[in-house]
């Protein structure tokens, strides 16, 4: 079912810059629906990391941001941390589907 | 402080139905939709469907024959009902709140672990 596609993985060192691509289609990031990212650590439940393609909410550190362009969206991650381990979700509306869709998310490991 | 807690069976017996309740706390804010995720082993999350505050309700298209979300608001909880359930819907099963429909998962609890087995 996922319609919007990440990497399966990106890795990088302390303190690197990071980004992790979404892509969508003309129903879903392309018909103009925002687009929210999600940090998932091991064993925990997903956490609310960007709301309405770049705002943070409270808490989230400045080192993550995102964006949005045509169909596609992006999460970056800078100054790398090891905490930062995790898999991330991005996720938006499809009208195609009628409904919410998730991405297939992405692997992030620090070297 | 936002706190939602997931509890109900985690073994469900094959053509059965699972159930789970979610209690809400989140003090004076009030969030308006209320939803169902659920995660396969090793795959992304799936959303199931939410109750809007005013009691209205969307499913997911390819399980909404199977499913049904109802909410008691004075006890801030709400439940899933997922029928015929088969091996195909053992997942972690989140619920989490929003404040607006494009923001409908902000918050969420830690997961229930349900198991479809005999």
């Known amino acids: 079912q996922p319609v919007l596609t990440q990497p399966p993985s990106v890795s990088g060192a302390p303190g690197q810059r990071i980004t992790i691509s979404c892509t969508g289609s003309?129903?879903?990031?392309?018909?103009?629906?925002?687009v929210l990212w999600y940090q998932q650590l091991p064993g925990a439940a997903p956490k609310l990391l960007i709301y309405?393609?770049?705002n943070r909410p409270s808490g989230v550190p400045d080192r993550f941001s995102g964006s949005k362009s045509g169909a596609s969206a992006s999460l970056a991650i800078t100054g790398l941390q090891a905490v930062d381990e995790a898999d991330y979700y991005c996720?938006?509306?499809?009208?195609?589907?009628?409904?919410?869709?998730f991405g297939t998310g992405t692997k992030v490991t620090v070297l | 402080q936002v706190h939602l807690r997931e509890s109900g069976p985690g073994l469900v017996e094959p053509s059965g139905t699972l159930s789970l309740t979610c209690t809400v706390s989140?003090?004076?804010?009030?969030?308006?939709?209320w939803n169902w995720i659920r995660q396969s082993p090793g795959r992304g999350p799936e959303w199931i469907g939410y109750?809007?505050?005013?009691?209205?309700?969307n499913y997911n298209p390819s399980l909404k024959s199977r499913v049904a979300i109802s909410a008691d608001m004075s006890k801030d909880q709400f439940s899933l009902h997922l029928s015929s359930v088969t091996a195909a819907d053992t997942a972690v099963y989140f619920c989490?709140?929003?404040?607006?429909?494009?923001?409908?998962?902000?918050?969420w609890g830690q997961g229930a672990r349900v198991t479809v087995s005999s």
């Open positions: 989490a709140v929003g404040s607006g429909w494009q923001r409908v998962f902000e918050h």
């Open positions: 003309s129903s879903n990031i392309g018909a103009g629906y925002e």
């Open positions: 996720q938006s509306y499809d009208n195609s589907l009628t409904g919410y869709v």
């Open positions: 989140s003090g004076s804010v009030r969030y308006y939709y």
């Open positions: 109750i809007y505050y005013s009691g209205s309700t």
């Open positions: 309405e393609n770049s």
